[in-house]
């Protein structure tokens, strides 16, 4: 198993699993990685060591100054350059492999997302289960990026916590699955943000819009957005806000 040459199929299923995971958990004691590895057919430690290959050239962590490891960079690097020029397509295509390599169909493995899709015919079909995917992933990387927590909150309840987009997913389609595009947000904070009735600023702390602040006097106002305004955000273990999303938030979905 060691002298076999990875496939482009198998870096690209260890990119997938790279996105989803914390940095910390990047060992070959981590059951994710031990799953992937039981069906690429390779060992814990090679897969561990591929996704630090990834943390090598991942700018995020060259700016903290973490090296990862350098070995695999010739491999790597085209899958993190197809990641950048087509987001869209190497997310879906990463799931349909693993899918794939799980005996399923990404139908069958994505069921439940994909209820309602079964009567749709063509390339229709096609762009709706390629859209519910990939939302679907974009969640789980945002997810693992604030430790299954809302970031204003702090509840941990998966059931009641969303990837929010700074920008919108129908605004910048070449954003929509950036994980700096994304912030985890309990239902009210989300649902508050998604309208603008509060922001982020660039220092990751909480504005509250005035047209939120008019219900000052209500009770619901003291109790979940009284305490909001110049609160910081819980900092994200890998992928912070871009400060460029942020301010297109403030100014154009913000209500000022």
Known sequence: MANRNWTKEELILAFNLYLKLPFGKMHSRTPEIIHLANIIVRTADSVAIRLTNFAHIDPYHQERGVKGMS???????????????????????????LAEKEHETIEQKFSDILEGTENLKG??????????????????????????????????????LFASHIIPWSKN????????????????????????????????????????????????????FSHLQNLRMQVPKKYLPKNEFLEFHLDTIFKH
């Not at 491999?75 to 397509?89: A, S």
């Not at 289960?129 to 990387?141: M, W």
């Open 71 to 97: 070995g695999g960079r010739k491999q790597v690097e085209p899958i993190w350059n197809e990641f950048i020029n087509n987001k869209e397509e190497l997310i879906f295509e990463s799931e349909r492999i």
């Open 173 to 224: 389609k070449s954003e929509r699955l950036n994980p700096e595009n994304g912030i985890c947000l309990s239902a009210l904070y989300d649902k508050a943000f998604d309208k603008g009735y509060i922001g982020i600023n660039n220092k990751f702390e909480v504005v509250v819009s005035p047209a939120l602040k008019k219900k000052n006097k209500e009770s619901y106002f003291e109790k979940y």
């Open 123 to 160: 390339e229709i079909k096609i762009r709706e289960v390629k859209t519910r995917v990939n939302q679907n992933v974009f969640r789980q990387i945002v997810m693992a990026n604030y430790s299954g927590k809302c970031a204003i909150s702090g509840i941990d309840i998966p059931d009641l």
